[in-house]
C-alpha cells in the first residue's frame, strides 16, 4: 500500500530525506549468514544453525537423525535441533505530541524525530527486519504503519515519515487524534503505544522528548524493558538548554525580557541576565540528568539528539547507535551521547 505526502509537507519531507541514514543493525543475536532470518533465535525449529540434539520421538523427520550418534549408541535414536530462522521485529514509537513542534533550529523536533524514525525503519530493511512505527501524543495513539495487508519497504519509509511529519495522521485521512479501538480514559499516550508492542522479543526504539514522563509510563517502560530491548531516543532543542544573550536593543546594553513557556503551556518572565541564563542552564540540565536516570533505572538505553546538531554529527551518532552494536548479548555498547555521570561533571 502507497502513501503520498500532503502538499503541506511534500517540501518538508524532500527537504528531511537526505538526513536519513540507512545502517544494517548489528544486534547481539545475529549469525553469520548475511539473508532473511540471520538472527539467533531463542525458539527452534527449521533451520540451517545447529542448536541441540534431543531423543527420538515418532514423528520425526529421518533427515534430522544424528548418524554419528546413532552409530555409537544404535538402541538410543537422537535427532539435530536446529535454531529457527525469524526476523527481528523493530518497532519505532514516535511522539508527535505538541512540545514536538518546538524548534529554535533549522529542525524542529518533530522533524528530528521523523529523520530518526526513517533512519530506523531504513536501517531495518538493510538487514531484512520487519519494521513498524506507532505514533502517539500526550493522550494516546493516533496512527500506525504499516497497515494491515502491507509490509515495510523503501518505498513506504516516506509515508512514515509523512505521518510523523502530520503529527499521526495519515496523508488524506482524518483520526482526530484518535486510533480506532483504543481507549484513552487512563494513562498516556507512551503507555497505550507500549500496550501495543509485540509479544515476542523485539528491538524497539522510542523517540521523545519525554515532556509528559508520569509514573505510569515509567512502569511501562519498565515492563516493556524486562521483555524487549528498548533504546529511548530523547530529543531536545538548543533552547531547552540555554538562553539566547538579547538585548532589549542592538545598540543598548540592557538585557531583554524573555517569554519562557514550559510543557503545560505556562509562561515565565525572566531577563536575559547572565546569572539568569546560567541558572536556567543548570535547571536545565539537572532536568535531564533526572530523566536519564528515570529512563536508565527502567532497564532501557538513552542516547540524546538534538536540533542544533550539524548533520555530520548526527549521521556520526546513527552509525554508532546502530553499527557499533555488534557485541555482546543486545544493548551493552556504549552510545556516542553523554550518561548521567557525565552530564554531572561536565555541565
Excluded at 525458539?43 to 533427515?63: A, E, I, K, N, V
Amino acid at each position: 500500500m502507497m502513501f503520498k505526502a500532503t502538499c503541506k509537507t511534500n517540501s518538508r519531507l524532500t527537504a528531511l530525506q537526505p538526513y536519513v541514514v540507512a545502517i544494517p543493525f548489528y544486534v547481539g543475536w545475529r549469525t553469520a549468514q548475511p539473508a532473511e532470518g540471520e538472527r539467533i533465535s531463542r525458539h527452534t525449529g527449521s533451520g540451517l544453525d545447529y542448536c541441540d540434539f534431543r531423543d527420538y520421538r515418532p514423528g520425526d523427520s529421518m533427515r534430522r537423525l544424528n548418524w554419528r550418534m546413532l552409530d555409537r549408541a544404535p538402541d538410543r535414536p537422537t535427532v539435530n535441533v536446529y535454531e529457527a530462522e525469524r526476523k527481528v521485529q523493530v518497532t519505532v514509537l514516535v511522539d508527535v505530541g505538541p512540545t514536538m513542534l518546538y524548534g529554535s533550529q533549522e529542525l524542529n523536533k518533530l522533524e528530528l524525530a521523523a529523520v530518526l524514525t526513517g533512519s530506523v525503519l531504513s536501517s531495518a530493511i538493510k538487514t531484512w527486519e520487519s519494521g513498524s512505527a506507532i505514533c502517539f501524543n500526550k493522550t494516546g495513539i493516533v496512527g500506525r504503519l504499516p497497515l494491515k495487508g502491507s509490509s515495510l519497504g523503501p518505498a513506504l519509509v516516506p509515508a512514515v515519515m509523512d505521518t510523523v511529519l502530520n503529527e499521526g495522521r495519515l496523508p488524506g485521512s482524518s483520526n482526530n487524534g484518535r486510533f480506532p479501538g483504543q481507549s484513552y480514559s487512563t494513562g498516556g499516550g507512551l503507555h497505550h503505544a507500549i500496550c501495543q508492542l509485540p509479544t515476542t522479543r523485539s528491538l524497539v526504539f522510542i523517540i521523545s522528548d519525554f515532556a509528559n514522563f508520569a509514573t505510569e509510563q515509567v512502569q511501562s517502560l519498565q515492563r516493556a524493558a524486562c521483555q524487549h530491548e528498548v533504546v529511548c531516543l530523547l530529543v531536545n532543542d538548543l533552547r531547552e538548554r540555554e538562553l539566547p544573550n538579547a538585548r532589549l536593543l542592538s545598540w543598548l546594553p540592557l538585557p531583554a525580557v524573555l517569554d519562557l513557556q514550559d510543557a503545560n503551556g505556562d509562561h515565565q518572565l525572566m531577563l536575559s541576565t547572565k546569572k539568569n541564563r546560567e541558572r536556567f542552564a543548570e535547571a536545565a540540565r539537572l532536568k535531564r540528568v533526572a530523566l536519564m536516570d528515570a529512563i536508565t533505572a527502567t532497564g532501557a538505553k538513552c542516547a540524546t539528539f538534538t536540533t542544533d546538531e550539524e548533520f555530520n554529527s548526527r549521521r556520526m551518532h546513527m552509525t554508532l547507535l546502530f553499527a557499533g552494536r555488534r557485541q555482546g548479548s543486545g544493548l551493552d555498547q556504549q552510545y556516542p551521547t553523554r550518561s548521567p555521570a557525565e552530564e554531572r561533571s561536565n555541565p
